[in-house]
């Protein structure tokens, strides 16, 4: 997959570098640098400008989740100068990281050596911006990159280059309350058809139980992307196709509008303090679809779900469907800087907490990209006596997420947050809320310099 047309990372620094001479410089500069020397104390080499290399203090950003993975690597590297700086990890799109960089980048100052970003899009910008630094050019091994699971780093991927490493999978999955279901004499659904009816059922005989939950801004990752609604296509460098009134999208729309009406789905979301307060915490869940760090970060850590309730199934599919889809929520990616002073600690680091067993294959809240270590994970969990079932569910929702929603330079998720989000709570349906979606997500994709077909 190819995210974007950029100009590699080398030649963004070189335009900088250019812009900033008298014009009878620039010649000579161009020439230095095409014949491998560098301006300004850098050298080229790994595929980019690499600035004159010290011992100094490794600076990493990372969010409030992964700030234990930078504390387990400075323990287990006592010898690492190590700063780790704690911030929002760009969630629901914020864009902080970018803004930064583009403040860095007029002051000349201040760029981490590694940073964690929660989103999948970063690389969209990161590369023109001439911050994200290649990765497939000498500093991380085939041999290495090869073992993440197919198709995980196609996100960071411009143009054949690397320019991150995914952190973990967040393929979607059906989770449940084995021992609720059980009680009400209730199957797992199979089908979106069972699903519903399933809701509609809970909402006469048991109401206040849930099948799901609508409030977060991540929401049409979960359901339309495994609807295979086509709202997020990008089609090349610049280019997208949204469509948010297909067939596809509109069953899935109607569908949730149903279960809300009848309340057997929340649209409160599962990470605010209303949602475990009116459904006492996890007793009203029966159903939940949601991604693969649901069973770590909402049941067993945020509701406190206790053991052997929480059970995973396959993400239903529509009937007659012969290609299983799901959808996916984050999973995250690591960034090297370009401007790193420190290329071989920053690269140690990068390596270690994306491929290490201690980190991702014992403590990563996720299932890891990196498949030995996922293995492990699976394992990790499955020994923990947590789940009332077996995680194979995982494992084949991992290689099933629907292709065709890409990862543009504009958030989804902010686009819903701003769109959707505030019609739910007065009351308007999703279904009718799917033309100004789409007109939003045209707005922000042609405001990022894309191409739209409608």
């Known amino acids: 997959m190819t995210l974007n047309k950029l100009s590699p990372g080398p030649r963004s620094a070189l335009r900088r570098t250019r812009a900033a001479l008298p014009a009878g410089c620039a010649a000579l500069v ?23 290399q010290t011992d100094g203090e490794l600076t990493v950003w990372v969010d409030a989740t992964r700030m234990d993975a930078a504390k387990l690597y400075q323990k287990q590297h006592p010898d690492v100068k190590l700063k780790i700086v704690s911030y929002d990890g760009d969630a629901n799109g ?72 995914r952190n973990d999978l967040s393929q979607t999955v059906l989770w449940y309350n084995a021992p609720l279901l059980k009680k009400f004499g209730y199957t797992v659904p199979a089908t979106w058809e ?69 309340k057997s789905i929340s649209i409160t979301g599962v990470f605010s303090t209303d949602f475990a307060k009116k459904n006492r915490k996890a007793e009203k869940i029966l159903l939940m679809p949601g991604p693969a760090w ?71 809240p996720g299932f890891p990209a990196y498949a030995p270590v996922a293995e492990n994970w699976l394992k990790a969990q499955a020994d923990s006596g947590y789940y009332a079932s077996d995680l194979t569910a995982l494992t084949d929702a991992s290689s099933q997420v629907w292709s065709d929603w890409g990862s543009g330079k504009f958030s989804q998720e902010a686009i819903w947050a701003a769109t959707v989000k505030p ?15 789409q007109d939003a997500i045209v707005k922000y994709a042609r405001s990022n310099g894309y191409k739209v077909a409608q």
């Not at 230095?32 to 050298?43: D, F, H, N």
């Not at 469907?321 to 990616?333: F, H, R």
């Not at 019609?423 to 979606?437: D, H, N, R, V, Y």
């Open 94 to 165: 914020s864009n902080y990281l970018q803004t930064k960089v583009q403040l860095f980048n007029r002051t000349r100052k201040g760029w981490p050596d590694v940073v964690f970003s929660s989103q999948n899009n970063e690389a969209s910008w990161a590369v023109d911006a001439g911050f994200a630094a290649p990765l497939n050019k000498g500093l991380i091994p085939d041999a290495t990159l090869s073992k993440f699971a197919k198709g995980a780093n196609d996100v960071c991927t411009v143009n054949g280059t690397l320019y991150c490493l």
């Open 30 to 52: 161009l020439t230095l640098a095409a014949c491998g020397g560098g301006t300004g104390g850098t050298t080229n080499k790994d595929g980019f400008a690499q600035v004159a």
């Open 423 to 437: 019609g739910l709570t007065q009351g308007k349906t999703i279904e009718s809320m799917l033309p100004a979606w």
């Open 294 to 364: 649901y069973g770590g970060a909402v049941f067993q850590s945020g509701l406190k779900t206790p053991a052997k309730q929480i059970a995973v199934a396959p993400m239903p599919q529509w009937k007659g469907e012969t290609a299983p889809s799901t959808g996916n929520v984050g999973g995250g990616t690591w960034l090297l800087s370009q401007h790193s002073a420190h290329i071989k600690a920053a690269t140690d680091f990068l390596k270690w907490v994306t491929t290490d067993n201690a980190y991702q294959g014992e403590k990563s």
């Open 194 to 262: 069972e699903y519903q009816a399933l809701g509609e059922k809970v909402a006469k005989e048991h109401p206040g139980y849930l099948v799901g939950d609508a409030g977060d801004s991540f929401t049409p990752e979960i359901y339309l992307w495994a609807s295979k609604c086509g709202a997020n296509h990008i089609t090349g460098p610049k280019a997208v196709s949204v469509n948010t009134t297909s067939e596809a999208c509109t069953k899935m729309a109607e569908l949730l509008d149903v279960l809300i009406k009848n």
